[in-house]
C-alpha cells in the first residue's frame, strides 16, 4: 500500500534562510507520481509540481527546488531565501495511476517564515 | 487562480440540515473529485467522477453524495449533518491524457455545523 510521510509536523525559521521539508513515500509500483502541493493561510491548495518515477532529475523553479531519490524513497523540497509569503501548509502527494483518485497525501508541514 | 471554481466559499448551517457545494472544473477537464479537510483526518478523497460517470469512491459517507453533469460541473450533497461533517470541501480537475493525475483544486468550501 502506498504511504506518504512528512515527519516535520511544524518548522519556523526567519526571512531569508534556506529550509528544507522532506517526504518520504512508500510504494510497491515501479511506477508513480510524487506532487507539493502548497496550502496558504487563505485556504486553497496551490499545485507546485509533478514527478514521475522515471525521472530524478531534480528541478529548480526560481527559489524553489525538489530533490527526488528513489535510493532513499524521498521527494525534498528546499525554499532558498525563504518569504514570509511562504508561510503555509505544504503538502508532498503519491499517486500510482494516471488516474488519481489513489493519490495519497502526507499530513503536511506548516512552514512559518518570521520576518 | 487553478481554473477550478466553488460555491460556497463558506457555509453554516444546523445539525440535521442538507447543503449543496457546487463546483465548476477547469476549461475541458473531464474529471472532478470531490475532497474532505478536516483538523483529525487530513485530506481525505470522497468520489470521482470523469464525463458524468461514477470512477471512484473514497471514504464518502452514506448521507454524502454526487453527481456530475452533462456541462461537467459537479454538486456534492451532504445531508443530515452532524458536528463532526464541519471541515474544508474541496472540488478538483484533472486533465486527460498524459497529465491525467495532476489534480488542480478548488479554494474550497468552508462547511461549519452548529
Known amino acids: 500500500a502506498q504511504k506518504v510521510t512528512q515527519a516535520q509536523t511544524e518548522i519556523s525559521v526567519v526571512e531569508k534562510e534556506d529550509v528544507t521539508l522532506d517526504c518520504v513515500y512508500e510504494?510497491?509500483?515501479?511506477?508513480?507520481?510524487l506532487f507539493w502541493y502548497k496550502q496558504p493561510p487563505s485556504g486553497e491548495l496551490v499545485f507546485l509540481i509533478r514527478?514521475?518515477?522515471?525521472?530524478?532529475q531534480n528541478e529548480i523553479s526560481g527559489r524553489y527546488s525538489w530533490n527526488f531519490q528513489k535510493s532513499t524513497s524521498s521527494f525534498n523540497f528546499t525554499i532558498t531565501a525563504s518569504q514570509v509569503v511562504d508561510s503555509a501548509v505544504y503538502f508532498c502527494?503519491?499517486?500510482?495511476?494516471?488516474?488519481?483518485?489513489?493519490?495519497?497525501f502526507g499530513a503536511g508541514t506548516r512552514l512559518t517564515v518570521k520576518p | 487562480d487553478s481554473g477550478v471554481t466553488q460555491t460556497p466559499k463558506h457555509l453554516i448551517t444546523a445539525t440535521g440540515q442538507r447543503v449543496t457545494l457546487r463546483c465548476s472544473p477547469r476549461?475541458?477537464?473531464?474529471?472532478v473529485y470531490w475532497y474532505q479537510q478536516s483538523l483529525d483526518q487530513g485530506l481525505q478523497f470522497l468520489i470521482q467522477?470523469?464525463?458524468?460517470?461514477?470512477?471512484a469512491k473514497g471514504n464518502i459517507l452514506e448521507r454524502f453524495s454526487a453527481q456530475q453533469f452533462p456541462d461537467l460541473h459537479s454538486e456534492l450533497n451532504l445531508s443530515s449533518l452532524e458536528l463532526g461533517d464541519s471541515a474544508l470541501y474541496f472540488c478538483?480537475?484533472?486533465?486527460?491524457?498524459?497529465?491525467?493525475?495532476?489534480?488542480?483544486f478548488g479554494e474550497g468550501s468552508w462547511l461549519t455545523v452548529v
Open positions: 514527478r514521475n518515477s522515471f525521472d530524478e
Open positions: 510504494t510497491r509500483d515501479t511506477t508513480y507520481y
Open positions: 478538483a480537475s484533472s486533465p486527460s491524457g498524459p497529465n491525467g493525475n495532476t489534480i488542480y
Open positions: 502527494a503519491l499517486s500510482e495511476a494516471v488516474s488519481s483518485n489513489d493519490m495519497r
Open positions: 467522477y470523469y464525463n458524468g460517470e461514477e470512477r
Open positions: 476549461s475541458g477537464d473531464l474529471s
